[in-house]
Structure formats: structure tokens, C-alpha cells
């Protein structure tokens, strides 16, 4: 069946900490990869996405994630990250068609001041 | 506002009423997809419209459920019966997908039902 896992549901991290979410999927075919970003109050924003090519992308905000193929995974991170990134993050996978996304339970970053 | 809108914000409605919500896509997007979005969990593939064609719907789709996009434009999600199970946030997003490539999804703010 198709999935995507994200690992953990909340994170604390204090300002200038740096992030890594995990993101595992289960899909046949060649995919395209995302993720997506809800700030509080607001609606989801796509922070960045792979189709092909360079394994490793770079999105808004100093946001990156790295594709690994063998490993099924494509976390996130951020070397460094500020009180605006506060929100809910999801990693999310669809087919080269881009017909139905799937996407994780999401994961709830708290970054204190 | 060249955004996905979606209308309305919030709904309130008792067990049994029907409810229609709206979606108005970017207009250059020619997908159109719903989804619903309950609390701790991702958002959750509904349906998809290519134009003005249905081309997939979800087992979550039950036959209460319907959707449509006439002419291509806005589209409109109705459920018939409501349910206490129905509460949830309705996702609407457009993408533009052109000779195959596919550029992601912008999101509307969503629709807030709640069935009492």
C-alpha cells in the first residue's frame, strides 16, 4: 500500500538548533517528492519538492531536503532555525502524473525563543 | 488575491442537513483536487478533476458524496446526510500540469465542518 511515515508528530528545538524531520514512503513507480509547510493560521505552502535530478534541494526559508533513493526517505532539514519556523510540516508523495498525493500524518515543530 | 479560494470558512451544520462548499482555483491551474484533512493527520486524497473531467475519486468518497466542475472553473463539494464522522477540514488545491511536468499544489485555506 502506499504511504508516507513521517517520524516524529512534535519537536521542541530551541532558536539557532538545528532540524532534521524524517520522511520514509511506500510507492511503486518513480515519484515526485515534497514538502509542505503550515504556519500557524495559515493555509499549507510548498516549502520544497523533488522530481529528478540533484538528490539534494534547496526550498524556501534555508530549508533542504535529500533524496535517497535506496532508503525510500527524503528528510528535511535546516541548519539553523529561527521562532518563525514554528509549524506544522508535511512530507508528501505523489506519481510523475501528480493525480493523488499522499501525504504523512505531519510533523509539529516548536522552536522556543 | 490570485489564490485558491475556498467558501466557506466555516460550516456548522446538524446531523442530516446537506452541505455545499466552494472552490475557486487559479485560473492558468487546469487540476483541481479535494481533500479532507482531520486533526493529527495529513490531508487525505478525495478527488481529482482534470478540466472539467472526474478522473479519480477515493474509496473515502462515499456515494454521499459528490463533486463536480462545470465548465472547468470553480467546483463544488456536496455531502447529503451529514454525519458526525464528516468533521473535518475539506482541502481544495490546483496545480497546473503541462506535457507531463507537474508543479505542486497551491491550497486554498479550506473549508471548517463541523456536524453537531
Not at chain 1, 504511504?3 to 515519484?31: D, F, K, P, R
Not at chain 2, 479532507?36 to 486524497?45: C, H, M, V
Request: glycine share 10%.
Amino acid at each position: 500500500a502506499q504511504s508516507v511515515s513521517q517520524h516524529n508528530h512534535h519537536v521542541i528545538l530551541s532558536e539557532a538548533a538545528s532540524l532534521e524531520l524524517g520522511c520514509n514512503y511506500s510507492y511503486g513507480g518513480t515519484v515526485n517528492l515534497f514538502w509542505y509547510v503550515q504556519y500557524p493560521g495559515q493555509h499549507l505552502q510548498l516549502l520544497l519538492k523533488y522530481f529528478s535530478g540533484d538528490p539534494l534541494v534547496k526550498g524556501i526559508k534555508g530549508f533542504e531536503a535529500e533524496f535517497i533513493k535506496s532508503k525510500f526517505s527524503f528528510n528535511l532539514r535546516k541548519p539553523s532555525v529561527q521562532w518563525s519556523d514554528t509549524a506544522e510540516y508535511f512530507c508528501a508523495v505523489t506519481n510523475t502524473g501528480g493525480f493523488k498525493t499522499i501525504f504523512g500524518a505531519g510533523t509539529r515543530l516548536f522552536v522556543k525563543a | 488575491d490570485t489564490g485558491v479560494s475556498q467558501d466557506p470558512r466555516h460550516k456548522i451544520t446538524k446531523r442530516g442537513q446537506n452541505v455545499t462548499f466552494r472552490c475557486d482555483p487559479i485560473s492558468e491551474h487546469n487540476r483541481l483536487y479535494w481533500y479532507r484533512q482531520t486533526l493529527g493527520q495529513g490531508p487525505e486524497f478525495l478527488t481529482y478533476f482534470q478540466n472539467e473531467a472526474q478522473l479519480e475519486k477515493s474509496r473515502l468518497l462515499s456515494d454521499r458524496f459528490s463533486a463536480e466542475r462545470p465548465k472547468g472553473s470553480f467546483s463544488t463539494l456536496e455531502i447529503q446526510r451529514t454525519e458526525q464522522g464528516d468533521s473535518a477540514m475539506y482541502l481544495c488545491a490546483s496545480s497546473l500540469v503541462l506535457q507531463g511536468n507537474y508543479y505542486g499544489y497551491t491550497f486554498g485555506s479550506g473549508t471548517r465542518l463541523t456536524v453537531v
